[in-house]
């Protein structure tokens, strides 16, 4: 398994922008698929990015796309979400996940992924 560790959540204006980072350590990164999910109060996670194994192709979340961005560096083991143009109701606990999802819709499901982060907060202040 590989073990990650998300950073990069603090409090931003709306419209501001974050970038989180998650940190893979154990296996190499590069034979998964990486995946970014939120959680936020009284609400299911829900998708947000996900990256194959190679870095493409990319998938979003409709709520997303346009304003964040997925990237992986397999060689420093990181992934990162780019969020731009941040709205209230992105506000959540996002968490990174690693898996072995092949098709898009496996992609947007929290059951591919088999290793997932302890969660870094995000607050958006309006």
């Known amino acids: 398994q590989v073990q990650l560790v998300e950073s990069g959540g603090q409090l931003v204006q709306a419209g501001g922008s974050l970038r989180l980072s998650c940190a893979a350590s154990?296996?190499?990164?590069?034979?998964?698929?990486m995946g970014w999910f939120r959680q936020a109060p009284g609400k299911e996670r829900e998708f947000v990015a996900s990256t194959s194994r190679s870095g493409s192709p990319t998938y979003y979340a409709d709520s997303v796309k346009g304003r964040f961005t997925i990237s992986r560096d397999n060689a420093k083991r990181n992934v990162y979400l780019q969020m731009n143009s941040l709205k209230p109701e992105d506000a959540a606990v996002y968490y990174c996940?690693?898996?072995?999802?092949?098709?898009?819709?496996?992609?947007?499901?929290?059951?591919?992924?088999?290793?997932w982060g302890q969660g870094t907060q995000v607050t958006v202040s309006s």
């Open positions: 996940a690693a898996g072995v999802p092949i098709t898009s819709a496996q992609h947007m499901s929290d059951r591919s992924y088999s290793s």
């Open positions: 154990g296996r190499i990164l590069s034979i998964y698929a």
